[in-house]
């Protein structure tokens, strides 16, 4: 069997396309994904999304996005998590009435506006924005919730300290509490323990870093969260540190007066005062998506990116060293124009 092919992307719409590689010895089997930004030279009418106002008087969700050149549809669901609901796409304008009252809670409701004919998704889309609307409880009771830590942890705590968070929320209307809880590090959020009754969470942390520790309350009857508190855990270790870093860098000047729909390369570039390997991560922010990742942690400086729409965006350079997990050890934002 030979390990090339041939793809002919003559027909293909421009999107991103993942292709998926599977290589086998007869007993074991490795998988790699490889993603793919098909773009034109030539002007194409691309979905495109202004606007989406968000409205849930006692749960009832109406949704009005301003959009043209394609169809809309939306994905409803807790911030984090995979979306509990994805709508069919219209070309219909006008307000969009959610088929389900919402129960109490924050939802996420990410818009996508794409060309007719190319099925929208949440990795690939022509326009998207994101929104935020929370469902209150008959009544509009109070909502508290306190975050501690035993032993404490500020300003540090050592690598291998056995820690135990304890939150404690009051919910007006809800009496059943339930906690999950969440741990902002090198991946990104990630859930370390969902919903139950326990309000506690038993961690050691294993490498070092700055970390964010995140619990989330609601009631037993509730969608999603109804309040939400963290807290920051600076981790160290006798022999082991984070990354020391100096003069970050990015390709402004290259990037600033870049054009919409076509690929620019950011590159980046940071000096560590006592000559460590840096691992860099590329964050992008706009005011319709908000923040998003690029690309992941690796020690390659570069990051492609195809810019959506002309507007202003905030570029997120995130390093840190091997020996730490935190969320960055060094971080440098970078606003850039797109034409």
């Not at 889309?125 to 929104?131: E, H, L, P, S």
Request: proline share 4%; with cysteine; net charge negative.
């Amino acid at each position: 069997m030979g390990n090339q092919f041939l793809w002919s992307i003559a027909d293909l719409d421009p999107a991103k396309y993942t292709v998926d590689i599977e290589v086998t010895n007869g007993v074991t089997t490795a998988t790699r994904s490889i993603d793919f930004q098909l773009y034109s030279m030539t002007n194409i009418d691309y979905g495109v999304i202004n606007n989406m106002t968000l409205e849930a008087p006692n749960g009832a969700l109406s949704i009005t996005p301003t959009y043209a050149n394609g169809s809309f549809s939306y994905r409803l669901g807790e911030p984090g998590r995979a979306p509990i609901y994805r709508s069919v796409e219209t070309t219909n304008t006008g307000a969009i009435n959610h088929p389900n009252t919402l129960a109490p809670g924050v939802y996420r409701v990410l818009g996508l506006a794409t060309r007719l004919g190319v099925i929208g998704s949440v990795d690939s889309f022509d326009d998207g924005i994101v929104r935020t609307v929370t469902v209150g409880r008959p009544g509009g009771g109070s909502k508290t919730m306190t975050l501690t830590a035993n032993p404490g942890v500020n300003p540090e705590v050592a690598k291998g300290t056995a820690i135990q968070f304890t939150a404690n929320a009051t919910i007006g209307g809800a009496s059943d509490i339930q906690y999950s809880f969440w741990r902002y590090d090198a991946k990104g959020y990630v859930l370390i323990k969902d919903w139950s009754s326990s309000n506690t969470l038993d961690w050691t942390p294993a490498r070092i870093g700055i970390y964010t520790i995140e619990a989330r309350a609601k009631g037993s009857d509730a969608g999603s969260f109804e309040v939400i508190r963290n807290m920051v855990v600076n981790v160290t270790d006798n022999t082991e540190q984070i990354a020391q870093v100096t003069n970050i860098t990015l390709n402004t000047e290259e990037l600033n007066g870049a054009q919409a729909r076509r690929p620019v390369q950011l590159k980046a570039n940071a000096t560590s005062l006592i000559g460590e390997n840096l691992l860099y991560k590329f964050h992008m922010e706009d005011e319709f998506l908000g923040v998003y990742q690029l690309q992941g942690y690796s020690a390659n400086q570069n990051c492609v990116w195809t810019p959506r729409k002309p507007g202003t965006y905030t570029v997120h350079v995130l390093l840190k060293n091997e020996h730490s997990f935190g969320r960055y050890d060094a971080k440098e934002s970078f606003e850039i124009t797109v034409n």
